[in-house]
């Protein structure tokens, strides 16, 4: 790509622990990868973004300071969305002109999120805007909630931008403290193993949004069975709620809003040994919570496709593999395994015959990729 100026690459990420509580408030933990999205591009003075995909077909066209359309259900809706949550805050007099390039086909590395994040980092380089690492995470999430629609937490965005190679992101989604835990020297080595399913998936469509409510539901009803006052909607969360409320009150609910509890409060515990784990370089330990996190993403939250749920029982009965779970929010897409290098070639070939031998019909989309973590998005 000489012909351009700028080259910025966007990380995807994987989450070993902190499945689904980002948008509750709860405790993350996360890596970014070193497979991600790559934008090249110039500035452009006459204020148009005209975007090419490697990926995707279609040309993309708007004005940056235009007000933002409704979303076209279109690959160029990121780089809308961007826009929409840059405007809020900046003036944006120019544009750009580019390429983009995903690595990866696959669902559950945040591919959506690496994207806006690459788009943001673009628009503020081009009309001279400084922004700090958190602000971008905190400006790509909103894109993310208001003009796609999709109601996350800051996980994804916060892995893709503070994420350090030589270290595991520890983010609490309530008060946005974070820190970076440097990998302890007694940490067996590890590389991420991504065992994409085969199924693609959009989660806009799928019971993403649907869990979330869930989540308030069940926090609504704590707070009612304890005569507290209610807040609205969009201001109830569970990490606002001691669990104690919680092993009072769930009984008297619904059993599904229960098991998303009991979810929440689960992981939050499992996020908290985890980190000592991390820590203190137990690799057995971690690796473990982030089993038993999967174990509760399917149990407790309900998600994960019957293509998901084989692969990661495959993955729990072979040898090397330290932890795992599924990638993202679970519905299709990928799993992700913390695993010994020494035995890759033996977990891919086993994975793939045992997984295979299951659904047939995946045989041409099925794919395992390995990666290793990596720092964050940056202009290369």
Known sequence: MEQYQYHIFAPYRV?????????????????????????????RDDGQVKLKSLTFEGDVDFAINAPS?????????????????????????????????????????????????????????????????F?????????EREYIGLNNGLLDQ??????????????????????????NPDMPTF??????????????????????????????????????????????????????????????????????????????????????????????LFGKLSFDSCESSINNYECGSPELIAIYEIMRSLPGIYGGRFSGAGFKGACIALVNPEHKETIEKELTKRYLEQFPEYEKTFHVYWVKPDDGARFV
């Open 158 to 183: 916060a892995c893709i931008t503070l994420g350090k190679k030589d270290g595991l992101l520890f983010l609490d989604c309530d008060t946005n403290e974070y820190r970076i835990i440097k990998r």
């Open 191 to 284: 590389e991420i193993g991504i065992f994409f399913s085969g199924l693609t998936r959009s989660l806009v469509n799928s019971d993403y949004n649907l869990r979330v409510y869930e989540c308030k539901t069940a926090a609504w009803n704590m707070l009612a069975y304890t005569d507290q006052p209610l807040k609205t909607f969009d201001k109830t969360f569970l990490r606002d709620i001691p669990k104690a409320t919680f092993e009072k009150t769930r009984i008297a609910m619904p059993a599904r809003f229960a098991r998303r509890a009991e979810h929440f409060y689960s992981e939050y515990r499992r996020v908290r040994q985890g980190v000592t784990a991390w820590e203190t370089g137990n690799m057995k």
């Open 15 to 43: 989450c070993p622990l902190g499945a689904h509580v980002d948008h509750q408030h709860g405790l993350v933990t996360g890596f970014a990868i070193d497979k991600g999205v790559d934008l090249w591009f110039n500035v």
């Open 69 to 133: 359309q409704v979303r076209e259900h279109h690959w160029g809706d990121y780089a809308r969305g961007a826009k929409y949550a840059l405007r809020k805050r900046f003036e944006l007099e120019k544009g750009i002109e580019g390429v983009i390039k995903g690595s990866l086909p696959v669902g559950g590395l945040s591919s959506s999120a690496a994207v806006l994040t690459a788009y943001v980092m673009a628009f503020a380089k081009a009309n001279g805007i400084k922004l700090q690492p």
């Open 135 to 143: 602000e971008v995470v905190q400006i790509a999430s909103e894109a």
